[in-house]
């Protein structure tokens, strides 16, 4: 077959245009973040702005009414605003290790599961099965949280608060599992069959090959799971916007109501009055939001691209 | 053939022309969209061809909306703030408000909870974490759990101004997106306690709540809101970004009247008084 010299032109402009659309994601995501960005910045420059919420005010505790105890607090619709960012740093923490700690063991153990002893018929039933958690809306997750999970949580561990880290923690872990799953899961089918073959030939047990041979072999994606999971239990919004209880106190237990960044972001950002500190501290979270997520993101990635290298023998 | 297609496109842009002229929409205050749907859903079987679109997100979202030209009427359940204000001046328009109905603000505890009333002071002393325990309040002896509404909602803002004296609500606060889930937390926890509008609070108890001690507590009833007695009670308010004119107007107009009041009632809002 030969080729026209009209469809030269074609091939360069179809080749052009496909580069501008690969080029473009990445500029949204540059403009995204210089946008939000630059909402912030009277932070750290207007005097005004900075009377209401410096840096050092939204770090360290803050004597609001003189003679009574200093004290970390987040009430920006006060008489005297008060953005202390702390109580919405532990509290998304929180959530995300409750989330964390629920859907990893499920998570990866559903993997191991399907991956290395299920039948081919039960693996074809699970696997769709676990992915279409991913597709539950998060509001309906959170509505059930709400009314639902949190009634139950209640009645079988007496929490004195009926919404806290862990109802919102569960809620964020059935979000977490299907990324989680899928991650080992593809990671652990990957992994060579001469792998396998080989430990078999050796008199290893199906057990043995799979805990052994695959399970090490594999764990750079599960770890990417696991990082790219934690990254969507931090941002995941509408979930903890339900289900956590809302109240930005500094506590240690997973059993008090907790207050997110993201959640905050939510709730706040249509009330808020354009240019006030309130809006350049809603946006600031967003930033710190925006780059944190990006961090957790890349190392998964980066986790990934070393689990490739792996299965090519690059590295050991 | 083509002439056919034509015509029966120009027919289509005609019509879709004069029906985009009757479209309103409302958006703003959780409080009020209940009865702004059913003002809508009556007004519009008696006048078809007006469409009219009612959501809700709170007054602040509403009143944004209004500023930004995305919405024809918000409601609100609360004023303007003179922030707001001043913006709309600055976007060369003077809003336009409207009373459409009364609410009260009833506080609301679980059913087992033997309490009756409350005064006031003891409301401000409870949300500002002053009074922890029931017991202080003639109550058992157990943690008061407080739940209330997100900062975005007016609900929030007016039992701040009215209740807390403007104080800060205790940080341990529940807050939840919504009464109707303050409402279900409420029922659901033994020790809690709420605040809403009197339209959405089914399942829980309603607490007589007096100004001071001198006088008498009174249940958040119609009447006992109408009549002013009941001491947490707010107006409800329609926004427009000018005064109303052509359809706007008689919609308005009909929601003031009789029939559009006693609509209200049935949603258990409180109707204006009479005047």
């Given at each position: 077959?030969?080729?026209?010299?009209?469809?030269?032109?074609?091939?360069?402009?179809?080749?052009?245009?496909?580069?501008?659309?690969?080029?473009?994601?990445?500029?949204?995501?540059?403009?995204?973040?210089?946008?939000?960005?630059?909402?912030?910045?009277?932070?750290?420059?207007?005097?005004?702005?900075?009377?209401?919420?410096?840096?050092?005010?939204?770090?360290?505790?803050?004597?609001?009414?003189?003679?009574?105890?200093?004290?970390?607090?987040?009430?920006?619709?006060?008489?005297?605003?008060?953005?202390?960012?702390?109580?919405?740093?532990?509290?998304?923490?929180?959530?995300?290790?409750?989330?964390?700690?629920?859907?990893?063991?499920?998570?990866?153990?559903?993997?191991?599961?399907?991956?290395?002893?299920?039948?081919?018929?039960?693996?074809?039933?699970?696997?769709?099965?676990?992915?279409?958690?991913?597709?539950?809306?998060?509001?309906?997750?959170?509505?059930?949280?709400?009314?639902?999970?949190?009634?139950?949580?209640?009645?079988?561990?007496?929490?004195?608060?009926?919404?806290?880290?862990?109802?919102?923690?569960?809620?964020?872990?059935?979000?977490?599992?299907?990324?989680?799953?899928?991650?080992?899961?593809?990671?652990?089918?990957?992994?060579?069959?001469?792998?396998?073959?080989?430990?078999?030939?050796?008199?290893?047990?199906?057990?043995?090959?799979?805990?052994?041979?695959?399970?090490?072999?594999?764990?750079?994606?599960?770890?990417?799971?696991?990082?790219?999971?934690?990254?969507?239990?931090?941002?995941?919004?509408?979930?903890?916007?339900?289900?956590?209880?809302?109240?930005?106190?500094?506590?240690?237990?997973?059993?008090?109501?907790?207050?997110?960044?993201?959640?905050?972001?939510?709730?706040?950002?249509?009330?808020?009055?354009?240019?006030?500190?309130?809006?350049?501290?809603?946006?600031?979270?967003?930033?710190?939001?925006?780059?944190?997520?990006?961090?957790?993101?890349?190392?998964?990635?980066?986790?990934?691209?070393?689990?490739?290298?792996?299965?090519?023998?690059?590295?050991? | 053939?083509?002439?056919?297609?034509?015509?029966?496109?120009?027919?289509?842009?005609?019509?879709?022309?004069?029906?985009?002229?009757?479209?309103?929409?409302?958006?703003?205050?959780?409080?009020?969209?209940?009865?702004?749907?059913?003002?809508?859903?009556?007004?519009?079987?008696?006048?078809?061809?007006?469409?009219?679109?009612?959501?809700?997100?709170?007054?602040?979202?509403?009143?944004?909306?209004?500023?930004?030209?995305?919405?024809?009427?918000?409601?609100?359940?609360?004023?303007?703030?003179?922030?707001?204000?001043?913006?709309?001046?600055?976007?060369?328009?003077?809003?336009?408000?409207?009373?459409?109905?009364?609410?009260?603000?009833?506080?609301?505890?679980?059913?087992?909870?033997?309490?009756?009333?409350?005064?006031?002071?003891?409301?401000?002393?409870?949300?500002?974490?002053?009074?922890?325990?029931?017991?202080?309040?003639?109550?058992?002896?157990?943690?008061?759990?407080?739940?209330?509404?997100?900062?975005?909602?007016?609900?929030?803002?007016?039992?701040?101004?009215?209740?807390?004296?403007?104080?800060?609500?205790?940080?341990?606060?529940?807050?939840?997106?919504?009464?109707?889930?303050?409402?279900?937390?409420?029922?659901?926890?033994?020790?809690?306690?709420?605040?809403?509008?009197?339209?959405?609070?089914?399942?829980?108890?309603?607490?007589?709540?007096?100004?001071?001690?001198?006088?008498?507590?009174?249940?958040?009833?119609?009447?006992?809101?109408?009549?002013?007695?009941?001491?947490?009670?707010?107006?409800?308010?329609?926004f427009f970004s000018s005064e109303p004119t052509g359809e706007m107007k008689k919609f308005l107009d009909w929601a003031l009247s009789e029939e559009g009041q006693q609509i209200a009632e049935e949603v258990d809002y409180v109707p204006l008084p009479k005047k």
């Amino acid at each position: 077959m030969s080729f026209k010299p009209k469809s030269r032109i074609k091939e360069f402009l179809g080749e052009k245009i496909i580069a501008i659309t690969a080029f473009s994601a990445l500029l949204a995501i540059i403009l995204i973040f210089a946008f939000i960005f630059k909402e912030s910045l009277p932070i750290f420059y207007d005097a005004e702005i900075q009377e209401e919420a410096s840096l050092n005010k939204m770090t360290f505790k803050q004597e609001y009414i003189e003679g009574r105890d200093p004290k970390w607090s987040w009430q920006p619709n006060s008489d005297i605003p008060k953005y202390s960012l702390l109580p919405l740093f532990i509290g998304t923490l929180k959530a995300a290790l409750v989330a964390m700690l629920f859907a990893i063991p499920l998570g990866v153990g559903a993997a191991i599961y399907s991956a290395e002893f299920a039948s081919r018929r039960m693996r074809e039933m699970i696997k769709p099965v676990i992915e279409l958690l991913a597709g539950i809306p998060s509001v309906v997750l959170g509505f059930f949280a709400l009314i639902v999970l949190a009634t139950f949580l209640q009645d079988f561990f007496n929490f004195t608060y009926r919404l806290n880290a862990v109802n919102a923690g569960i809620a964020l872990g059935i979000a977490v599992i299907p990324i989680i799953f899928t991650m080992a899961e593809d990671a652990m089918t990957s992994v060579p069959q001469s792998l396998r073959d080989a430990a078999l030939a050796l008199g290893a047990s199906p057990w043995q090959v799979s805990l052994t041979v695959v399970l090490p072999t594999a764990l750079p994606g599960i770890a990417a799971g696991i990082v790219l999971g934690f990254g969507r239990a931090i941002g995941e919004t509408m979930i903890v916007l339900m289900a956590s209880g809302n109240a930005a106190i500094i506590s240690g237990s997973i059993t008090d109501s907790i207050r997110t960044i993201s959640a905050t972001i939510a709730a706040e950002l249509a009330e808020v009055v354009f240019g006030s500190a309130h809006y350049n501290v809603i946006f600031f979270l967003g930033t710190i939001l925006f780059i944190f997520t990006f961090i957790v993101n890349m190392g998964g990635e980066l986790v990934l691209r070393r689990l490739k290298e792996r299965f090519q023998g690059k590295i050991i | 053939m083509k002439k056919l297609v034509l015509v029966s496109l120009m027919i289509l842009l005609a019509v879709s022309i004069i029906t985009a002229g009757s479209t309103i929409t409302i958006k703003g205050s959780d409080t009020l969209v209940r009865l702004g749907q059913r003002w809508a859903e009556e007004y519009m079987k008696k006048n078809p061809g007006v469409i009219i679109q009612v959501s809700g997100g709170g007054s602040g979202t509403g009143i944004a909306a209004l500023l930004n030209g995305t919405t024809d009427i918000c409601e609100a359940s609360r004023d303007m703030k003179s922030k707001e204000y001043k913006l709309a001046e600055k976007k060369g328009f003077k809003p336009v408000r409207y009373s459409v109905a009364l609410d009260g603000i009833a506080v609301f505890i679980n059913k087992d909870m033997p309490i009756k009333e409350l005064s006031l002071a003891q409301l401000k002393g409870i949300y500002t974490d002053a009074i922890t325990n029931w017991k202080e309040i003639g109550g058992p002896d157990h943690l008061i759990i407080l739940y209330g509404r997100e900062n975005n909602s007016g609900t929030y803002a007016f039992f701040k101004k009215q209740v807390l004296d403007r104080e800060d609500y205790a940080d341990r606060t529940q807050t939840l997106p919504g009464t109707a889930a303050v409402v279900n937390a409420v029922a659901k926890d033994k020790w809690g306690i709420g605040y809403g509008g009197i339209a959405w609070a089914k399942g829980v108890k309603f607490v007589a709540v007096k100004k001071d001690d001198t006088t008498k507590a009174v249940i958040p009833t119609s009447e006992s809101v109408s009549s002013g007695a009941y001491p947490i009670s707010r107006e409800l308010y329609w926004f427009f970004s000018s005064e109303p004119t052509g359809e706007m107007k008689k919609f308005l107009d009909w929601a003031l009247s009789e029939e559009g009041q006693q609509i209200a009632e049935e949603v258990d809002y409180v109707p204006l008084p009479k005047k």
